[in-house]
């Protein structure tokens, strides 16, 4: 196929026209401009780990490595019911927590108990073992001394008995 010259021109505009020249100076005056500053937007900052305030001096307090194995299948319902931490205070004033650590298919359990100050005794921990029968888990001496024992309510909380150096203290706990 064979294309034939036009006779058809096309010009912008006439020759000496300011046209073209007006139109190419207000181009460059655009180009010339700059956007107006404006600081850039601030660098998002790293988040901090997340810090658990310190407890209060007196306090009873956990091992945050503190390790709860949840109840094996054959462990029975209402022994499987005291896994976990429970904290409360004893006679309203004096701060307890008991981590139920594990728990077996018989009733057997590994516990860890911390307590707040006590009368005359200072803040401590204590690793400890006992057993559940009925609705009441008995451990055995803790190394301080205390014997502790908490009994299941109905709506789920514990009824912690905690006897040292001829003082018995009660009161209630609830899961943490």
């Not at 073209?20 to 100076?25: E, N, Q, R, T």
């Not at 904290?87 to 004033?93: I, K, N, P």
């Not at 927590?97 to 005359?120: E, F, H, M, N």
Request: aromatic letters at 8%; charged letters at 15%; one cysteine or more.
């Amino acid at each position: 196929m064979a294309f034939k010259r036009s006779s058809v021109r096309f010009r912008l505009a006439p020759p000496n026209s300011p046209f073209p020249m007006l139109g190419f100076a207000a181009f460059m005056l655009a180009a010339c401009q700059s956007a107006p500053e404006t600081p850039p937007p601030p660098a998002p900052q790293p988040a901090l780990p997340a810090v658990a305030a310190p407890a209060p001096e007196g306090s009873a307090v956990l091992d945050p490595s503190v390790a709860i194995t949840p109840p094996a299948k054959g462990v029975p319902s209402r022994y499987a019911a005291f896994s976990g931490i429970w904290a409360g205070r004893l006679d309203g004033m004096y701060e307890g927590k008991l981590a139920v650590l594990t728990i077996s298919p018989r009733g057997q359990v590994t516990v860890t108990y911390a307590w707040g100050d006590l009368a005359d005794n200072r803040p401590g921990v204590a690793d400890g073992a006992g057993k559940i029968v009925g609705q009441t888990l008995k451990l055995g001496r803790l190394p301080n001394g205390a014997d502790v024992s908490a009994a299941m309510q109905a709506d789920g909380t514990l009824s912690v008995t905690y006897a040292l150096a001829g003082q018995t203290y009660t009161g209630a706990f609830s899961r943490q």
